[in-house]
């Protein structure tokens, strides 16, 4: 097995841009979790006139048949799929989005540090809009980008090709961080050289291992390396 080198004190001074996942890394996945889990669920079977238990197991199959395509990510799809307004139903909820604990305090001293910093996520263009009126990071980056602008999702070569595209940056000295094993191995496979999962993407949830992947519990740590 091939391991790319690891994030420390002396190579975080020769990164000169981050590309930062934004559910799990930078906000708490548990928004997440629980409004596709539980909140549409609910709602699937309200509509739909069926048992909860009955919608969680349908919803489960279909998402598992989804997983990992830029259709996943879609509200819009869902929305037709589910015969749900799924971002009408996020926004309703929306004071449930929460920073992961130093977030901020890695951004402010990133941007301090000078280092380019851009968001690359699957969250639909819409999902991101919500978010972003909730918690308002758009100011530490160059851009805020989602993969449904480039057509691929980040589990594909394609969207690393076209991100390195747009702009043009040194992959041997691009940090990655993600909690998607997938998708870091992605990055990875491409030639990204420093990649970090996430240890605690849900605060809710218990801690999760990336066993060929570094990992950190909250973005704050690199800054101490």
Known sequence: MEWKAL???SNWQQIETV?????GTLLDLEFDNYFWLELIPREYAKKHDISE???????????????????????????????????????SIAERVEYRKGTLEFLRGAKEQHKTIYLVTNAHPDTLAIKLKQKDFSWYFRELLSSHQTSYPKESNKFWQAIESRWNFDKKTTLFVDDSIDILQAARNFGIEFTLGVS???????MKSYPSFESINQLDEILNW
């Open 7 to 9: 994030v420390t004190s």
């Open 19 to 23: 590309l930062l996942d934004m559910d």
């Open 53 to 91: 238990i009955t919608a969680k197991n349908k919803l489960t199959k279909l998402f598992a048949h989804y997983q990992g395509s830029l259709q996943w990510y879609c509200i819009d799809f869902w929305s037709e799929k589910l015969a749900l307004d799924i971002a009408e139903i996020k926004s």
């Open 200 to 206: 605690s993407p849900d605060s809710s949830k218990p």
